[in-house]
């Protein structure tokens, strides 16, 4: 019989990419704010606002899942600058009763957090490093890490800049939408003071399902193999796919009045990651071409 795995916030890019790789291997079941489907093929997809708390422990107790895959967040950093309140409820308070429901089942749970909880002066973090958030956004993460940490039964994989096309539901691509206002011939602005090491949505997917299924506890970084300011990043995808390079203008993330600030170098060690995961990480392109040529 297969395990069960529950899933938060299907219809988020990276919850799409989870449960396109685990549906063969686990029983999955997928929470999301969305119109749910029901069943559809393998997966069990249900209609729930997380912040409904009671709802949420129900729904637990009825599928009782050996793992959870916490995907689903307010990701927004400007909305979450801006809405601290509903971003704490989000992303510190559904943590904190998803770990509560896996901790007393000891069911094991991977929950997504960021590059974004460094503050961007070094680069190239290890697990060892501290983190000293610089928005709001990353200091939700890192009190919901701690609640994390605090089961002892849990993971915190620290993503980098997520790259890649949905791969079921939409959610946040910066890919897609930059391949569309390519197609329009139209320019667009990526910051040339952020140097990140993206990780493609596919190998983020597999190992994050890996996490789930193996005996890893603690935190890992998972992010790709190139070091890369994210308008060097655009540069060279804009290039590979055929559009033109010229597209692509930099801008300085962190001079643009309203925003939220950013960390200037968040680039992750990857080392861990390859040392336990039998998913191997990727370089830019590498990931690129995983991405660009997925099929379900
Ligand atoms: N994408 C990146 O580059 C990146 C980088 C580092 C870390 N992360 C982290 O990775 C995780 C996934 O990110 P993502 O890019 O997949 O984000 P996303 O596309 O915005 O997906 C997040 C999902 O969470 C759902 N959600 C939010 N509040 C909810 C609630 N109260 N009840 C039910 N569902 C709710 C959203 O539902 P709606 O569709 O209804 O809004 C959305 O589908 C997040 O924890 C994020 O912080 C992402």
């Known amino acids: 019989m297969k395990k069960k795995l529950l899933v938060t916030g299907f219809g988020g890019f990276v919850a799409g990419s989870v449960i396109a790789k685990a549906k063969d291997e686990w029983e999955v079941h997928a929470v999301g704010r969305r119109e749910a489907p029901g069943k559809q093929g393998d997966v069990n997809y249900y209609k ?142 990526f910051p040339s003071n952020e140097t990140r090491t993206p990780v493609d949505v596919i190998t983020l997917g597999r190992s994050l399902v890996e996490l789930a299924g193996n005996d890893f506890m603690g935190i890992m970084h998972l992010s790709g193999n190139t070091k890369i300011t994210r308008y060097e990043m655009a540069k060279q995808i804009a290039g590979k796919l055929g559009y033109s390079r010229d597209l692509i203008v930099a801008i300085d993330s962190n001079a643009i009045e309203g925003r939220a600030p950013r960390p200037n170098d968040a680039s992750l060690d990857n080392s861990l990651a390859k040392k336990v995961l039998k998913t191997p990480m990727q370089s830019l392109l590498e990931g690129l071409e995983l991405t660009m040529n997925y099929k379900v």
């Open 48 to 189: 729930l606002d997380l912040l409904e708390s009671d709802k949420l422990s129900e729904l637990y107790h009825d599928i009782n899942p050996d793992a959870v895959i916490h995907a689903a967040a307010m990701a927004d950093i400007d909305f979450c600058e801006k809405n601290q309140d509903i971003a704490e409820k989000v992303n510190v308070g559904i943590t904190r009763t998803l770990a509560g429901l896996c901790k007393e089942h000891g069911a094991k749970m991977v929950f997504c957090s960021t590059d974004s909880i460094f503050d961007g002066n070094k680069g190239m973090y290890t697990e060892e490093d501290e983190p000293n958030p610089i928005n709001y956004y990353a200091e939700t993460k890192v009190k919901a890490e701690e609640i994390v940490r605090a089961t002892g039964n849990g993971v915190t994989a620290r993503l980098s800049l997520v790259m890649g096309m949905p791969v079921m539901g939409s959610g946040n691509s910066f890919l897609a939408k930059t391949i569309k206002i390519l197609q329009a011939g139209e320019s667009i602005k």
